[in-house]
């Protein structure tokens, strides 16, 4: 399919698309007439890469972890274990800023925010 096709039926923009086929999210051949071919899978793999972003997976992630999904004998046991990695990482950035809030809340009104209550 070709890429005004893919990005109808993604609901993503043809930029978006050339941005992701540039950075290796998806690959398109090219015709001999130039344009872009998509296989049709790839409406399901751009589905996919959008609600990963809304869990809050970069690119770089959906990237690195893409092939291993795809390669995985079982597809929902692969995500659950991607999720709970994710968990974890989450967890650890949410203590990472508790502390950081913790130590901003010591130095509001010490008259100089950038030096600790002391």
């Given at each position: 399919?070709r ?7 993604s ?6 698309i050339r941005?992701?086929?540039?950075i290796?999210?998806?690959?398109g ?5 130039g344009?872009r071919?998509?296989p049709?899978e790839?409406v399901?793999?751009?589905?996919y890469v959008r609600t ?6 970069s690119?770089a992630?959906?990237a690195?972890?893409g092939?291993e999904?795809?390669?995985a004998?079982?597809?929902?046991e692969?995500l ?9 990482v989450i967890?650890a ?5 508790a ?6 809340e010591a ?10 209550a002391?």
């Amino acid at each position: 399919m070709r890429i005004g096709e893919l990005a109808a039926q993604s609901g993503m923009t043809k930029d978006t698309i050339r941005f992701y086929e540039k950075i290796g999210l998806v690959t398109g051949e090219r015709l001999a007439n130039g344009y872009r071919d998509f296989p049709p899978e790839t409406v399901t793999w751009l589905q996919y890469v959008r609600t990963a972003q809304t869990l809050g997976f970069s690119l770089a992630e959906i990237a690195r972890t893409g092939e291993e999904l795809r390669e995985a004998p079982n597809t929902a046991e692969a995500l659950s274990a991607l999720f709970e990695e994710k968990i974890k990482v989450i967890d650890a950035r949410m203590t990472q800023l508790a502390a950081l809030r913790a130590d901003l809340e010591a130095r509001v009104g010490t008259g100089c925010p950038l030096r600790a209550a002391g």
